[in-house]
């Protein structure tokens, strides 16, 4: 099998990046414009007016966010002080919590908690609110980026104390972190979820996860696996090429992965798979959820409407815009949405953003209105309808619907249960008991070794109550049997990760979980058959689908 050679192929399928979004967006003008005279008749006056003194260049540093924030909540200032740190999160390795982040009405909001980091292994978890930081708030004053990656960015192994609002407790949360470095892979986990399955999951899209995603499925094929769930929940992006890239593993050539859209002065250009995949022929489903987002979107997006792949879970975030980060001659940066991007059948998947407000809460909106637990809740735009190539209805304007829902699985989650988790002592109580057993456990070779030196379940959950009553939770045994299931197979997870690491993690925690489960199912039984192939040429697609998603592009 070939290693990472498909980088060669796709590099001029890949070129309209460089070529549609050059730097010719900027218009030059053999003068100023009357906006720009305007522009700088204000600065003068201020300079020559004003009644105080006022550094001209701190007052337009603090006006530029304000200015973006009007375009789109995705395009985005980023000061000469803070582009490195922003720049590391997909590039290199750093010191600090462990979170994405993004402030919406004035509050830090967790977008995605980096799995291996600090905040992962205490609890922290997307959607989460920081409304404190070391005992000073943070929400409601008009915090920047800058201002927040300052207090959560730091030494190694120095400590950080967060409150936390969370839509299950109605009390403030408290956390406490130990900063750390944070890891730079992208594959959480690959190992074999049953025979001739293997389960693949990608926390992100950063420069390498092509590679470690390649080599994944290289080493599960290895093992035998002949079909692929691939896990894209609460994987919030990264950079698009690299979707592009693990799409074209399983499409054949001339299909379309993606088109982009510009201003009206470009033309529209397009990827289209080489052919040099080496899994055209196996069947996936890929897993999504809410928190599933721009190149996860943009890689279920091409399997589904090639009729590829099957989607399994719920409707992703609906994030279809691209961005070009510029640097600007001090160092720094801006983030500047240039493009839309379509999915093979001409869906753009944007969710409104006419209100900013509505904008940021949508993810909350929708477990408010239910639509976590049920599919007739969702609200689906039916004048945007698209066929896939083989003729199923599709639709854009709200994010990547899956061929199959699967609701949000309460089963299991008692007040008890949402009090210990909340408190962050799951994780607490699996960290001590390793560290506390480590000679009994440490050797063990694989998960099922592991298991069979840990007390039975019964045993185990008294320990853990115990441990949390200490901790003041108090025992509520009618609520602790209804949740038995979910607390004794999430210890043993938690007990794994530290002792195995993720892929135990995932082999345990997935055992119960509804959406691995229907994948295995439907894979088992030939829900996710590659159809037979449709008589259409596929690398034209396009050209056969109905009206573009752009005529409501925000």
Request: aromatic share 8%; hydrophobic share 35%.
């Amino acid at each position: 099998m070939k290693k990472t050679s498909t980088w060669v192929p796709l590099i001029v399928a890949l070129a309209f990046i460089a070529g549609l979004f050059a730097d010719n967006l900027l218009n030059h003008h053999a003068g100023p414009t009357p906006t720009q005279k305007k522009f700088q008749t204000i600065l003068n006056l201020i300079r020559n007016d004003y009644v105080d003194n006022v550094n001209l260049d701190s007052l337009l540093e603090n006006s530029i966010p304000g200015l973006l924030s009007n375009l789109d909540p995705h395009s985005a200032y980023i000061p000469a002080s803070e582009l490195q740190a922003v720049n590391d999160e997909l590039d290199g390795s750093f010191c600090g919590i462990g979170v994405q982040f993004m402030i919406n009405n004035d509050t830090i909001t967790v977008v995605e908690v980096v799995s291996g980091g600090p905040s992962e292994k205490i609890g922290i978890k997307a959607g989460d609110r920081i409304v404190k930081v070391d005992g000073e708030d943070v929400a409601g004053i008009g915090i920047t980026n800058e201002q927040v990656l300052k207090k959560l960015r730091g030494e190694c192994d120095t400590p950080v104390k967060l409150g936390i609002r969370r839509q299950t407790s109605k009390k403030i949360l408290q956390f406490d972190v130990i900063r750390g470095e944070l890891p730079n892979t992208s594959v959480d986990a690959g190992y074999m979820l049953a025979p001739g399955i293997g389960y693949v999951r990608v926390n992100k899209f950063g420069r390498t996860t092509y590679d470690e995603f390649f080599q994944t499925l290289n080493d599960l094929s290895r093992e035998g696996a002949t079909d692929y769930v691939i896990d894209l929940r609460g994987n919030s992006g990264g950079f698009m090429e690299i979707a592009f890239l693990m799409a074209n593993e399983f499409l054949e050539k001339g299909q379309t992965i993606a088109t982009t859209r510009g201003r009206d002065y470009y033309t529209p250009s397009g990827v289209q798979a080489d052919g040099n995949g080496n899994f055209k022929e196996s069947r996936v489903v890929v897993l999504i959820d809410e928190f599933s987002a721009s190149s996860s979107e943009i890689l279920a997006g091409a399997l589904q409407d090639n009729d590829r792949a099957l989607i399994v879970g719920r409707r992703s975030f609906g994030k279809g815009l691209i961005q070009r980060q510029s640097v600007l001659p001090d160092s720094s940066a801006i983030r500047l949405t240039i493009g839309r991007y379509y999915t093979p059948s001409g869906r753009c998947i944007q969710k409104d953003y006419s209100n900013s407000a509505l904008y940021g809460h949508d993810i909350l909106d929708r477990y408010n209105r239910g639509e976590m637990f049920s599919e007739d809740s969702i609200k689906l735009d039916t004048e945007l309808k698209f066929q896939t190539l083989n003729g199923r209805t599709v639709y854009g304007g709200g994010g990547i619907m899956p061929d199959i829902f699967v609701p949000n699985d309460t089963s299991g989650i008692t007040s008890y249960y949402l009090n210990v988790a909340n408190a962050g002592l799951l994780q607490k109580f699996a960290f001590d008991y390793v560290d506390n057993n480590r000679e009994k456990l440490e050797d063990a070779s694989d998960v099922e070794e592991l298991l069979k030196r840990l007390p039975a379940d019964d045993a185990l959950l008294r320990m853990f109550v115990n441990f949390a009553t200490r901790n003041g939770i108090q025992a509520r045994w009618y609520y602790i049997n209804i949740s038995h299931d979910l607390i004794v197979n999430q210890l043993k997870a938690l007990i794994a990760r530290d002792v195995l690491g993720y892929n135990a993690y995932f082999n345990l925690i997935n055992r119960i979980d509804a959406n691995v489960s229907r994948a295995v199912s439907e894979i088992q039984k030939g829900g996710a058959d590659i159809p037979v192939k449709s008589d259409r040429n596929s690398a034209s697609a396009n050209d056969k689908k109905g009206k573009p998603a752009s005529t409501k592009g925000k």
